[in-house]
């Protein structure tokens, strides 16, 4: 019988796996922090291997910044949380399939690695803009200015000031920092974005091409979709050099080239005629913008077979085809001149588009068009926004927030129905807002996973006097106003308005269960159980949830089966039972339902023989299900 992990899983472990299959020769152990041997990569064999691929010496094409090599190991480094379900503050926990997580998202995403990877059809943020005031999310990597200094190069190889390379360390730092936080937390969205999914991130001047540069490398520079200007106010006077900066950017990047968005166009028309029963169609220009000299093939005279009709071709806009093409595709009755349909108004050849074949094409796209990086004139300003959240609570509760109708208008050209939709700097939560809205209007079934730390809320600030000590109670709370006023203007809607609440907190279990090594016999014997006194059932469950990957938001059913509780997580998905000594009556009921997993707590068991024998219950009856302890 295994016994669960109990902590987020080790993305350098799981590289260096991948390293390995492709090449075993660069496998090699090296010693850990306690003198343990651990698989390794030989970087030299590796390069070996690469040499043709290689670039040597100190010079390459690269962004880089200080602390760039210690943010990827944070990003990879596996931790020991667990997010706790708090019912008294979820609305309709047990019908609801979105999520609102606190906690910081750089350990709240390693904690979703495997229930959502590649399941989040879109991700939308707006983080801190790095405007020097803004910056709140601690993390380790930060480095000393002795590090700092080393690594920029200020001084020399004497220990003088290098003054080729002297540059405010205050800056550079301020930069950096900003650099690691956000490449951390970008290489963990990227594994839970689907292969056809898309993330969408707001930013100002600050730190727009670092951003962009950080994405180029964690998405690729070849997933590069566009960078959508957005006019958050009309022009200021007192500003700066005269100019005011009135817009702020979306960019965008694809998972890969499987991305493809698209919006409500004006619908085509296509007709209807008895020449072709039952196949609409409709007509295209013929025509192309090259000159005859550009296209020599396509600048010849078009016959009509039928009268012997010529329409000669123009010498600075030829026909879009061969003589060659046009006999295959009058051939095929794809060419449509004039005279042969009285209602069609034409004064030269066309090409006829049969609706089947473009149906075929553009799939669930059918209908749609490709999506221009201006934006609609509807998309409210950082005034609206703000008007939204004032209007909502019922004062300026939160400072910049983003209008709902520019998150709805991104969810709309990229997701539909099931979709999930997340945001991990979710702030006042104007994602969930807009998922929401757009649902009631479209009857779409899009969820969404918001995740934001509870960042104190400053005590002059008018949320903070209406009772709001943090941020995250800000959000929730404006998630049920919104939830409520769109159940208002949509009475007929079927949305889903609730959210499950999860907070960030230690393991669940002590840390006996990480370091047996680390304790004397006599103080084992004095622990009855490996998990924290203050964890619930619940607790444990969703704990065991993140560890097998299954996603936080499916209905579970809790039922008394002699005399214990047993927990049925999405119909078998896994079944979990925590009470102590439990009874092979029990186990042989659960095992009858055929689970896929199960779970139970090591003290569960007596001893050695009583597991023993819970292995062989499932051996016998449930051959199938992974069994599990914790």
Known sequence: MDKMRMESIDMTEQNIEKIGALFPNCITEAKDTDGKLKKAINF???RQMLSGDVI?????????????????????????????????????????????IEGDNLEVLKLLQ????????????????????????????????????????????????????????TAGK?????????????????????????????????????????????????????TFPWRKRTAKSDVPFGVSQDYEWVICFAKSSLFLASIGG???????????????????????QTTASERPNSFFTIVNPQNGATYPANPNRTWAITEETFEKYYAENRIVFPGDYAFLRIA???????????????????????????????????????????????????????????????????????????????GSATTAHAVMQLNAEDGGHRKFIMIQLPEPCDEKSEAYKAGYSNICEIGKERIR???????EEHPDAKFDGGFRVLKLDDTNMKDVYYAPADYQQNLLDQLESNIKEDRTDLDLL???????????????????????????????????????????????????RQPLRVVFRDSSFAGSPAKINVTQIFKEIALDTSVKVQ
């Open 481 to 487: 106003r919104a939830a409520k006023k769109i159940a």
């Open 174 to 226: 301020y930069h950096s920092d900003w650099c690691s936080m956000m490449y951390s937390r970008l290489m963990l969205a990227r594994n839970l974005l689907s292969d056809d999914g898309a993330i969408f991130l707001s930013i100002d001047d600050n730190e727009r091409d670092n951003l962009e540069k950080i994405c180029s490398e964690a998405f690729g520079t070849e997933n590069y979709v566009a």
């Open 44 to 46: 030299d064999m590796l």
């Open 348 to 426: 030269k050849p066309v090409l006829r588009y049969w609706k089947e074949d473009d149906m075929a094409k553009a799939g669930e796209k059918f209908g749609r068009v490709a999506v221009s990086t201006k934006f609609p004139e509807n998309i409210g300003m950082s005034q609206d926004g703000t008007k939204e959240v004032t209007s909502l609570f019922d004062r300026k509760a939160f400072s910049f927030p983003k209008p709902v109708s520019l998150i709805k208008f991104l969810s709309e050209i990229h997701t539909s129905d099931e979709d999930i939709i997340l945001d991990f700097f979710s």
């Open 266 to 288: 004006k619908e085509r028309t296509y007709y209807e005629t008895d020449d072709f029963p039952g196949k609409a169609w409709r007509v295209h220009d013929l025509t192309k």
């Open 114 to 169: 495997e229930s959502y990877l590649g399941k989040v059809k879109m991700i939308y943020i707006d983080p801190p803009y790095n405007t020097g005031h803004d910056f709140v999310y601690p993390d380790s990597f930060i480095m000393d200015n002795e590090d700092y200094n080393e690594g920029t190069g200020y001084f020399d190889e004497d220990g003088n000031v290098n003054y080729s390379r002297e540059n405010s360390s």
């Open 542 to 592: 969703f704990g065991c949830l993140l560890e097998w990957g299954l996603p936080l938001s499916l209905p579970y059913q809790s039922e008394d089966i002699d005399g214990c509780t047993v927990h049925n997580y999405n119909d078998g998905d896994l079944i979990a039972c925590f009470d102590e000594n439990i009874p092979d009556s029990v186990m042989k009921t659960i095992a009858k």
């Open 56 to 100: 040597e010496g100190d010079e390459a094409y690269e962004f880089t910044w200080v602390g760039k090599k210690a943010a990827i190991v944070e990003a990879n480094k596996p931790i020991r949380k667990t997010l706790r379900p708090c019912k008294e503050e979820s609305v309709n926990w047990d019908s609801t399939e979105n999520l609102y």
